[in-house]
């Protein structure tokens, strides 16, 4: 279940609900009248995940200064 607490009773203990996200794991959400405004989430160190993910994806260009899309060209008149 996610926290909502108000910016006004956040801002005195702002350290104290960040120790809380810490130890919990859970986000903690701060709202200004009422209304969500900013999202606090514990760290997750996740670069691997995201390398693996991008790992075969890159395309390879044999000579990069070459034109593309002469093609394209001939399609439009």
Do not use: C
């Not at 006004?8 to 009248?33: M, N, T």
């Not at 200064?65 to 399609?75: A, F, H, N, R």
């Amino acid at each position: 279940m996610k926290k909502i607490i108000s910016k006004s009773e956040f801002k005195p203990k702002a350290l104290h609900y960040f120790r809380i996200v810490q130890k919990s794991g859970k986000e903690l959400i701060i709202s200004d009248h009422g209304r969500p405004v900013i999202k606090i989430v514990p760290y997750e160190d996740n670069t691997e995940d995201i390398l693996k993910s991008l790992r075969n994806t890159v395309s390879e260009y044999v000579d990069p200064t070459e034109p593309v899309g002469l093609d394209d060209w001939e399609s439009l008149r």
